[in-house]
């Protein structure tokens, strides 16, 4: 469920806090293929499932920074926040990939509020997103996004 905030301050009062999960997401080959293709990343473990299944991992794995990019997926099903002119990606700090993500897996992320900053003319939140594999003791990525909020 998302955990919604009526205005950007009141995120001020949250830091610490869990803020829930998204769906769970099922990585398949084609998105893995498409990924590949707009990267210009074709690397075999990741596109040549014959060959993969004789790599690492017995199978394809998804690109690490897909697991990352679906981070920008799961934020909104993770937290709301009201009461805004517009919100906006300001960037990302300590990006971790502890685990790999293998074809067929499902993924979902995790978001706990790390940091609430007044900056001019918006409020700066820092969320940690652990994108987790389900049935897996590691996750697969590990990210503290800065997202700006700016009040309507």
Not at 17 to 28: A, P, T, V
Request: charged share 25%.
């Amino acid at each position: 469920m998302t955990r919604i905030f009526e205005t950007p301050a009141a995120l001020d009062g949250c830091v610490g806090e869990e803020l829930g999960h998204s769906d769970w997401l099922r990585i398949d080959q084609a998105r893995i293929d498409l990924f590949a293709e707009a990267t210009g990343d074709h690397q075999w473990i990741h596109v040549d499932p014959e060959r993969a299944k004789d790599g690492p991992f017995g199978a394809c794995i998804a690109h690490g920074y897909l697991t990352l990019s679906l981070v920008n997926l799961f934020l909104p099903q993770i937290l709301e926040v009201r009461g805004i002119s517009m919100g906006v990606n300001y960037g990302c700090e300590r990006a971790r990939f502890p685990s790999a993500v293998k074809v067929g897996s499902r993924v979902r992320g995790r978001g706990e509020l790390v940091a609430v900053e007044a900056i001019k003319d918006a409020v700066q939140a820092t969320i940690r997103v652990t994108v987790e594999v389900e049935g897996a003791g590691r996750p697969a990525c590990v990210v503290d996004t800065i997202s700006r909020y700016f009040p309507a």
